[in-house]
């Protein structure tokens, strides 16, 4: 059709064009929902309120302290409760860090060896520091950070 | 670019000439009742696109299959429109595929040569009605639980081995998640993988034999 705009459109050429526009927009109400659909779960904003850790008393200066702390969370359909572990750290008793214990290599979970005076990841040999940088292994950043604040003794940190 | 793809593909394939067999094939002058073959056919497809998306969040056990047919209905993004197609798609086949078939009969349209055309749609009736039957369960509700416990009660009236198929039927005494379990194995597997099956023989004599024409007032 597109190369004889003078030439007449036949009933075969008209019945073709036809066919695939209707097939075209029924294609397009079927297919194209489905792929929010499909996405949908994987762009859902996650909350971003404050998590109550726990007081700070127990936190010595420069020895990073393990905190866990069960969250609520909904996956789908599903309510489920995730424990969440964190290392906190102050060198001064003013200014904390919280640090995830997730490692930033492959996402093992990290543990502090006092005696080795390092974060170990059991998975690839990965060491970081007490304020989260990297010291040896595959890990390409140090352990990441939460947001977080001390009000009247408890530390909080930011969901997300 | 196109047509030389087409071409290449082609001179491999040969697929002009299965198209042109599918789709160039010589018809009689029919009617509107025709189509009903044909409406069936794509709203078996609607089905199984409808159905594959709904499998990517449906879980078949009784702790969550509810609560994820809620979640897809009403959480999801057009959560509502791939379930509402798929339900009312199921009526719709039963609704096609009898319409068909009572075309095909009130035409004469089963005989010789097209007996085995006949016999294959008739077993595709009973799989369309497979499907509704174990797909009715699979929302686990109060409507689809108390159905299948009458649907399979009244299997259980079968003389002599009623009581069999009805167990075979529940996978046990009554109705519970190994119900629900075998139920969606049947609807997703079992009845698709003889759908397909069906469908391509019924298909394939379709083609290789025709279809008739329209009945003459003396016939």
Known sequence: MDNSEDKQLSRRNFMKVAIASIGGVIGAVLGLPAIPYIMGPALQKESDDWIQLGSISKVELDIPTLFKKTIETQTGWIDTEEEILVYVLTSNGQDYIVMSNVCTHLACRVRWIPEKDSFFCPCHNGVFAKDGAVVAGPPPRPLDRFESKVEDGVIFIKRG | ?219
Do not use: C
Request: charged residues 15%.
């Open chain 2, 1 to 219: 670019m196109l047509i030389k793809i087409g071409d290449w593909l082609d001179e491999r394939f040969s697929w002009r000439e299965v198209w042109a067999a599918i789709f160039e094939r010589k018809v009689p002058h029919v009617n509107w009742f025709y189509t009903l073959g044909s409406a069936t056919l794509f709203v078996a497809i609607n089905q199984a696109v409808t159905g594959i998306l709904l499998t990517l969040y449906y879980v078949p056990t009784p702790d969550h299959a509810y609560d994820s047919v809620v979640y897809i209905t009403t959480q999801l993004p057009f959560g509502w429109l791939i379930r509402g197609l798929h339900h009312w798609g199921a009526s719709a086949m039963v609704i096609l595929t009898v319409l068909h078939l009572l075309r095909v009969f009130y035409f004469g349209a089963y005989k010789y040569p097209r007996e085995a055309t006949w016999i294959s749609g008739v077993i595709l009736l009973l799989v369309v009605i497979g499907f509704g039957f174990t797909g009715y369960l699979l929302p686990w509700d109060q409507k689809s639980f108390w159905a299948t416990t009458v649907g399979t009660q009244i299997a259980g009236l079968a003389p002599f081995v009623g009581d069999w198929i009805l167990r075979i039927a529940r996978g046990g005494r009554d109705i519970s998640a190994v119900t629900l379990a075998r139920f969606f194995g049947t609807h997703i597997w079992v009845l698709p993988a003889t759908l397909a099956a069906l469908v391509g023989i019924h298909l394939y004599l379709v083609i290789r034999i025709g279809i008739t024409a329209v009945p003459k007032k003396d016939e």
